[in-house]
Structures are given as structure tokens and as C-alpha cells.
């Protein structure tokens, strides 16, 4: 039955990678002097992160210095998932203020832990 629902309609392949059409914008952009590699290392300070308690700030220098060393599309990538997450965290729940920490029920936020 599924089979002569599916008569006429073109066969799909194995799934593809996607196209890296963002990558190599965001790999030059987010390195030291342009507007948002300077964004993302005030953001991504180790103060703010210390503070926040979430991310481990060598961690993240280090993802820095590899940038600034030898930029890759991974790299990059894994520094704006973390710049977004954090304006995220910033605009939802205010600069130091997290659920967590304010003793509010986990399940305000989806990224608090579980019980």
C-alpha cells in the first residue's frame, strides 16, 4: 500500500551535508578587530563567565586563541552557538540573573538541570 502511495514521486537519496553557505562569512567575522569577534570576546569574557558558572572560561579562551590562530568554520561555529546562547540567557533572564539562582522551578527555563 505505502508503495503504490508512493508511485510517481521522485526517489530520495542518502541525506547530504548540508551546503556550508554561512561558515566562511562567520569564520572571518569572528576573529579579534572586526565588530563581531570583538562582540563575542566581550560577551564570552572569562568574568562574565566565571560569574555565570555555566561555561569553564579556559575552555572558551582557548576556542579563542585557536581562532585567532588559525580561524575554521568550526571553530567559528562553536564560538557563535556559544555568543548566541549567552545573549539568549542575557535577554530572557537579565545579566546575572538565571533560575537557578533565583530559586525559580526549573522548569522555567529549558535549560536548567533536572531534579
Known amino acids: 500500500m505505502l508503495a503504490e502511495a508512493a508511485r510517481g514521486l521522485p526517489l530520495l537519496g542518502p541525506p547530504r551535508p548540508a ?6 562569512e562567520l569564520t572571518r567575522a569572528l576573529v579579534p578587530g572586526r565588530p563581531l569577534g570583538d562582540l563575542a570576546r566581550d560577551v564570552l569574557s572569562d568574568a562574565d563567565l566565571r560569574a555565570d ?4 572560561p579556559d575552555r572558551v579562551a582557548a576556542l579563542f586563541a585557536r581562532q585567532r590562530m588559525q580561524p575554521t568554520a568550526l571553530v567559528a561555529r562553536t564560538l557563535w552557538a556559544l555568543l548566541v546562547h549567552r545573549l539568549w540567557r542575557h535577554r530572557f533572564f537579565g545579566p ?4 537557578q539562582d533565583a530559586g525559580e522551578a526549573s522548569a522555567v527555563s529549558p535549560l536548567a538541570p533536572g531534579p
Not at 551546503?19 to 566562511?24: K, L, M, V
Not at 558558572?53 to 569553564?56: D, Q, Y
Open 53 to 56: 558558572g555555566r561555561l569553564r
Open 96 to 99: 546575572s540573573r538565571c533560575p
Open 19 to 24: 551546503p556550508e553557505i554561512f561558515s566562511p
